[in-house]
Nanobody, 122 residues
Framework: QVQLVESGGGLVQPGGSLRLSCATS????????MGWFRQAPGKEREFVAK????????NHADSVKGRFAISRDNAKNTVWLQMTSLKPEDTAVYYC???????????????WGQGTQVTVSS
């Protein structure tokens, strides 16, 4: 059974930091690009960051570049999203996902977690 389980979300003040984790099982983790997406109320799901199967390549959305950093440990089947300098507009449900293609759109991501809520508010 494929599982992607996000954790680490919560309430944080603007300027604060959070580290999201995504623990996976049930698929060959090393064959998959891993991505983070988010969805705010009333908005479309948007891409946040991705990392290639062995961590050689990463990409971050312009809105989070320099503030967020994606990483992975294939020995632990886990991917993280380190979030710093958080802004109210970062408030959303954050999802991790797995894709067989580094250049895939969100439609092509094969597996998705249930999400973790991040709320940035004073």
């Amino acid at each position: 059974q494929v599982q992607l389980v996000e954790s680490g979300g919560g309430l944080v003040q603007p300027g604060g930091s959070l580290r999201l984790s995504c623990a996976t099982s049930g698929f060959t983790f090393t064959r998959y690009t891993m991505g983070w997406f988010r969805q705010a109320p009333g908005k479309e799901r948007e891409f946040v960051a991705k990392i290639s199967s062995f961590g050689r390549f990463t990409n971050h959305a312009d809105s989070v570049k320099g503030r967020f950093a994606i990483s992975r440990d294939n020995a632990k089947n886990t991917v993280w999203l380190q979030m710093t300098s958080l802004k109210p507009e970062d408030t959303a449900v954050y999802y991790c996902a797995a894709s067989r293609s580094y250049d895939a759109t969100s439609i092509a991501y094969s597996y998705w977690g249930q999400g973790t809520q991040v709320t940035v508010s004073s």
